[in-house]
């Protein structure tokens, strides 16, 4: 008889939790993580470090490496210093630029990798994308995405405020990237995985309704979970195309026009899906998406992180340029500078101050 369903690349193993840390022995002893124990772990001398000394007595075979940075050149460096042990898998513990090196090494050297995320910043905790920094600036590599996530409720909320703000910006934002392919498909023909399209936008879709807060257990949770399910979105369509539409071509605009002066991964995607939103028509959403940023603490102005109208509407002119060959609502509307002005005054109005 035929296989009837597709095999979908995911963690063997999803812990979100208050308290999950305590218990990342036990997962890592899983028959598929670890028979020997031998584990290469990779922290940050930040947040990382603090915990090692904590979960360190309950690792004894483990090997601790750490990171200096999120670059390229750090990335090969771990890599090249695991090849002399002979380890079951790598651990990334910290943040996304910990989490991102650990992800090229261990698929540099060819062993499974557990991710264990001490914020909340952006969807590549689970995603089979590396984002690393490099001479041209910054550039994304292909990666098993892990094959088990932590993430400890409690480490999270140690964490700045902002990681978690960023993160709703993020996941916020695939309501957008899913509609821009969607119109993709219908303009262009683009096919579309349904399956994908469907865990993005229910991730985004989740946190921005959930009436919780940053503090709320419960809203961090959601958060997490789906920030973990657009990431396997991701590997089931193949590349970014369920989280990564016009939202995101204004935070690589921003990222490369101003590198100095750029805010946060999700801050800038939160704002870009607000406005790509308003652009395709979608108004009465794009002024909910508004009211749900603003209440999280994000920005849906381009002066709230520092940047004027004139900036704004650079960064907006050059997006499109910052991902050839994807279709979005800017590449659709091929809009020029004096209509890109029009059209953030009428938004300016719609969403209120």
């Not at 940047?307 to 997006?319: G, H, I, P």
Request: aromatic share 6%; with cysteine.
């Amino acid at each position: 008889m035929p296989v009837l369903t597709r095999l979908i690349p995911s963690p063997v193993v999803v812990d979100i939790r208050p308290g999950a840390l305590d218990d990342l022995a036990g997962v890592l002893a899983d028959e598929r993580i670890s028979h020997s124990g031998r584990l290469a772990v990779a922290v940050s001398g930040g947040s990382g470090a603090r915990l090692r000394e904590r979960i360190a007595p309950s690792l004894p075979g483990a090997t601790w490496y750490e990171v200096g940075g999120g670059t390229l050149d750090d990335a090969v460096r771990l890599a090249d210093e695991m090849k002399s042990g002979k380890y079951d898998a790598v651990v990334g513990l910290g943040g996304g630029k910990v989490i991102d090196c650990a992800k090229f090494a261990a698929a540099r050297v060819g062993l499974p990798l557990v991710a264990v995320a001490t914020n909340l910043a952006h969807d590549g905790l689970c995603s089979p994308v590396a984002t690393l920094d490099n001479d041209a600036g910054r550039g994304s590599y292909g990666v098993p995405n892990p094959i088990a996530v932590v993430i400890d409720l409690n480490v999270i909320r140690e964490a700045p405020v902002r990681f978690v703000r960023s993160g709703i910006g993020d996941v916020i934002s695939n309501i957008s990237a899913v509609a821009d392919w969607e119109l993709a498909g219908r303009v262009n023909g683009e096919k579309i995985d349904g399956l994908a399209a469907a865990m993005a936008r229910q991730a985004g879709e989740a946190v921005l309704r959930h009436p919780g807060g940053v503090g709320d257990d419960a809203f961090l949770q959601v958060l997490a979970e789906a920030l973990v399910l657009t990431g396997i979105s991701m590997s089931v369509s193949g590349d970014s195309r369920p989280s990564s539409g016009a939202c995101h071509e204004i935070n690589h605009a921003f990222d490369l026009l101003y590198p100095k002066r750029a805010a946060a991964h999700g801050e800038q995607c939160g704002l870009g899906a607000a406005f790509a939103m308003y652009l395709r028509g979608a108004h009465e959403e794009s002024a909910h998406m508004a009211e749900v940023l603003r209440r999280h603490g994000l920005p849906v102005l381009p002066e709230e992180i520092g940047f004027t109208l004139d900036e704004f509407v650079r960064a907006v002119e050059f997006a499109p340029e910052t991902r050839p060959g994807r279709y979005t609502i800017l590449e659709h509307l091929d809009l020029k500078t004096n209509q890109i002005k029009d059209i953030y005054a009428d938004y300016v109005k719609a969403i209120g101050s």
